[in-house]
């Protein structure tokens, strides 16, 4: 990846893939792609395609999706826990729109950004303990 070490990727990152930036990787896959380049990428290195790209939806997924290849403390990790949905996907939401697609407009990001900044202020985490 540009602007990354020399050890980056990681060798099982892109296995048998000689890639150089991110969307080396979408057009791999689909040479057609015309979207947006965008991380986080949960990538199946069997399938060999892009599962998902929104941080949320990732989270969610790690949530449970992945159990089976989990010991037992690592199971009892809740990333989303019932208590605290709404929330969570309340500021998803608004980080998705403000933060995350703030490339197109600079006002909004800058707000995004203030209100995480006031959210955290004395706090580890955005929503939670």
Do not use: C, H
Not at 27 to 33: A, G, I, T
Not at 37 to 50: A, G, N, S, Y
Not at 63 to 72: K, Q, Y
């Amino acid at each position: 990846m540009r602007g990354m070490p020399e050890t980056w990727p990681p060798p099982l990152m892109y296995p048998n893939f000689s890639l150089g930036r991110l969307k080396d990787l979408y057009l791999k896959l689909r040479p057609d792609y015309d979207g947006r380049f965008t991380v986080p990428v949960l990538f199946d290195t069997k399938q060999r395609e892009i599962v998902n790209n929104e941080s949320g939806e990732i989270i969610r997924m790690f949530n449970g999706s992945f159990d089976a290849l989990l010991d037992e403390a690592q199971r009892k990790i809740d990333l989303y826990p019932e208590n605290l949905r709404r929330p969570i996907d309340e500021a998803n939401s608004w980080i998705y729109d403000q933060i995350s697609n703030g490339d197109e407009n600079l006002v909004p990001l800058f707000e995004g950004l203030d209100r995480v900044e006031k959210m955290l202020n004395g706090k580890d985490y955005l929503i939670g303990e």
